[in-house]
């Protein structure tokens, strides 16, 4: 049956279409909604929604669909205005209409069903309408006193960020969703406006925290805060004023919930969660919370098995538009970084900061514009971004693919077998521009495992020898390049499928550090490394470089990550030392800088040097993004080439923030702020993103380790996914058959030819 009596507090957009739908599935409930507002009052002007969206209010209420259809404005174009140029990418498909309207529409809907609409009035605590009614739907937003109430169950976690905004309209509609930046002696800000109506447009105005406040806009009444936007962004707006609603100037918050529900009270829209404006999904997000929760009502046979299936459902698809939607915020946070790009790239940036928009699917949006990016970055004529070369130093890398250096446990006494010759050998047959070792060891006491590869002994050299020759003989083109590291803290470990990071039954070796401090409980705790020390293992390092050399390697990368030595010497989680080694970040680099320079005086000046940093530590008080830039700044100034950028593993108890390329934005940073090229790395799986962060100007390189472990022919795959034969990818002779994807059974039934009536 389901309940009979519901309580919607919150008159939105998502309360009031909850409230539609659970009537319409049962006209027996007695539902009220209660607003605190007139009905007419409302904040904002307009709102986007999805066809996505849209197809299911068509199929769960057409009444609504059709009111909503009447009323909207819809277009495809995006322009993108930057230091006066303008560039417009098409294809894009909006629908918006006024909030107030759609309101109206709600209300009407309600109305005609029977919901018991209370406005101007203050709801009584979920906790007393949990008791006299079967469900309460909280729809109280963003300041959700539901939320707050029952903090404890809900466990809510909500972060502010760093820019201001304000909601304003103008009163004429512009013919496309218009971003536009302007640069003043203050910062940089930032317009977002889009139509809403035939004579009527939303224009958002967002800058950083410290712009506002130098700008003077925390002094300014809003009167004249809408004077000032309209100055400021007069040329957008053709010389014609702004106006308010309700407006004020805030910082947005992002709202999690660690649970949705407590018994009866279910929290829907931003009581629950938010998403960034940039990407639209503040009401979208709240229908289709209503529509699941209806749905589930429906199908389930108790409240409580309900709230649960519409959490399930729900909460994949909310944090998946979350992580586009901080992606997105991000993005217009660090607006500052990209200005000095070119118009076009600088209009392709934004189009895909969430990653929601990808290159290929730009392309298939707008053919013209994206091919207009890719001739202005260099891309010869059918030519993905992914496969135009890079040079460094006197190496050329024919394409951007890396195969990120991956620990294979599989060396006896650090001597690279036949596993290794067939692991790096295939992966360098795939088609890469270059392939990188796992992690080579500088000495037995630096070793992680005990199968962990080294670079110490001459026997270990003509192993790799053995390796380079076969990828230059057999896969002429792909480089092949070597990590040099030491464990540090982090060695005298189980091999990784028998206990990653527990220390060894017996044989264990002593384990030195920057700090006498055991990674985790229970792990061996290091000796702190005399100056004398240091001395040695600066040795053991360019002693490896040597013979890295000899094997003919074409790239050294330092490893200064993931919490081995030279990594625990940048902590400050992991470096407590009192000595120049120690203290400020300053101190913290000096050894890592100098096994870098011991290392570079050693390795052929034509070729190149590159360093993996983690940029964060995931954990309070540890290397941050801001020092990562320092780090990075560091190493490009004593000749490093390139900056590969990882995260974290540098203390056992770090908080990361998994998702789709989750440390791109690190290296974007790095990239955008010092002009140092950069390898990006982390769950970047698609050849799609690598053409997107790449023509974005996001990362020069983009490393990959599960793919490719998973298809070791990534790269020639995803040329032939590209329909892609040019100098930037070569298939080996033996496998040129292979080149097209295979055919595969036909799986479409033969079609009716006749139609025949009855």
């Known amino acids: ?22 009537k319409r599935l049962d006209p027996r409930r007695d539902i009220t909604v209660w607003e605190r507002n007139a009905p007419d009052d409302t904040f904002g002007f307009g709102v986007v929604l999805s066809d996505e969206t849209l197809g299911g209010i068509e199929h769960a209420d057409p009444v609504v669909h059709a009111a909503l259809q009447a009323e909207f404005v ?23 209409l006024g909030r107030r309207r759609l309101l109206e529409i709600l209300h009407e809907r309600c109305r005609q069903l029977g919901v018991n609409l209370r406005f101007r009035s203050e709801a009584p ?118 106006r308010s609603n309700n407006s004020a100037w805030t910082a947005f918050r992002t709202v999690v919930n660690e649970k949705w529900s407590h018994g009866n009270v279910v929290l ?36 409580a098995e309900a709230l649960a299936a519409y959490e399930t459902e729900r909460r994949p698809v909310v944090a998946s538009t979350q992580r586009a939607a901080r992606a997105s915020l991000e993005w217009f946070e660090n607006l500052g970084l990209y200005l000095d790009q070119p118009a076009r790239q600088f209009a392709f940036n934004l189009l895909t900061r969430s990653r929601r928009v990808t290159h290929d699917n730009l392309r298939l949006r707008d053919p013209h514009f994206t091919e207009a990016v890719e001739r202005d970055f260099g891309c010869p004529p059918g030519t993905p971004p992914m496969f135009t070369p890079l040079r460094l ?6 394409n951007r693919v890396v195969v990120s250096p991956m620990d294979m446990y599989s060396a006896q006494a650090g001597v690279p077998g036949d596993f290794h010759l067939v692991h790096l ?51 002429p083109g792909t480089a092949v390049g070597v990590q040099l590291g030491h464990s540090g803290r982090k060695g005298s470990t189980k091999l990784m ?30 000796h702190e490394l005399t100056t004398g020390e240091l001395a040695d293992v600066r040795e053991q390092f360019t002693s490896a470089a040597l013979l890295a050399a000899d094997a003919g390697f074409d790239l050294l990368e330092l490893h200064c990550a993931h919490g081995y030595l030279l990594s625990g010497f940048l902590s400050p989680l992991s470096n407590h030392r009192t000595d120049a080694y120690g203290g400020s970040l300053t101190n913290r680099l000096r050894f890592p800088l100098e096994v870098f320079d011991a290392v570079r005086d050693v390795w052929p000046g034509d070729r190149p040097m590159t360093v993996r940093i983690s940029a964060t530590d995931w954990a309070e008080g540890g290397t941050d993004a801001n020092d990562a830039v320092e780090i990075a700044r560091a190493f490009a100034a004593h000749g490093a080439d390139a900056i590969d950028v990882s995260t974290g593993q540098v203390v056992a108890d770090e908080k990361p923030a998994y998702g789709r390329s989750y440390q791109v934005p690190f290296a974007d940073r790095i ?80 079609k009716p030819r006749l139609t025949l009536g009855g």
């Open 268 to 303: 829907v829209g931003d009581a629950a969660h938010t998403a960034h404006f940039s990407i639209g999904s503040g009401t979208k997000l709240a229908v289709e919370d209503a529509l699941a929760l209806a749905a589930c009502l429906q199908e389930q046979p108790t409240t």
């Open 497 to 526: 499928w028998e206990g990653i990071d527990e220390p060894l039954p017996d044989g264990n070796w002593p384990l030195v550090a920057a700090s006498p401090l055991p990674y985790k409980p229970g792990s061996q705790t290091p």
């Open 74 to 96: 819809r277009w495809d174009d995006i322009d993108v205005v930057h230091r006066g140029t303008r560039h417009t990418s098409g294809g894009h498909g909006f629908a918006a």
């Open 671 to 750: 990239r955008n702020e010092t002009g140092i090229p950069v390898i990006s790395v982390g769950a970047i799986s698609s050849w799609d993103d690598v053409n997107s962060l790449i023509l974005a100007g996001r990362t020069d390189l983009c490393a990959l380790a599960r793919p490719h472990l998973y298809d070791p022919h990534w790269t020639l795959h995803a040329a032939a996914e590209q329909g892609y034969a040019g100098p930037g990818v070569a298939w080996p002779k033996q496998y040129e058959a292979g080149s097209r994807p295979p055919q595969t059974g036909r799986l479409d039934a033969p």
């Open 1 to 22: 049956m389901g309940p009979l009596r519901v309580a919607v507090v919150g008159g939105g957009p998502g309360g009031l279409y909850a409230a539609v739908l659970l």
């Open 425 to 475: 050998g295939a992966r360098a047959l795939g088609g890469p521009g270059l392939v990188m070792t796992e992690m080579v060891c500088v000495s037995p006491e630096g070793r992680i495992t005990p199968g962990c590869a080294g670079l110490y002994t001459p026997e270990q050299a003509t192993a790799w020898r053995r390796i380079t020759e076969f990828a230059h003989t057999q896969a």
């Open 125 to 242: 605590s979920a906790a007393d309408l949990a008791r006299d009614h079967d469900l309460v739907v909280a729809a109280d937003g963003v300041h959700s006193a539901t939320r707050q109430a029952h903090a404890d169950a809900f466990r809510p976690h909500v972060e502010e960020h760093r820019c201001r905004y304000i909601w304003l309209a103008a009163d004429f509609a512009f013919d496309a969703f218009r971003f536009e930046t302007a640069e003043t002696e203050h910062g940089v800000m930032q317009l977002h406006g889009y139509p809403y109506t035939g004579g009527d447009s939303t224009v958002i105005v967002e800058m950083r925290e410290e712009v506002w406040r130098a700008a003077g806009f925390d002094a300014l009444d809003v009167s004249e805060s809408v004077e000032r936007c309209a100055k400021i962004f007069t040329e957008a707006l053709g010389g014609r004023g702004l």
């Open 393 to 398: 130093r006197d190496l050329t890398l024919r």
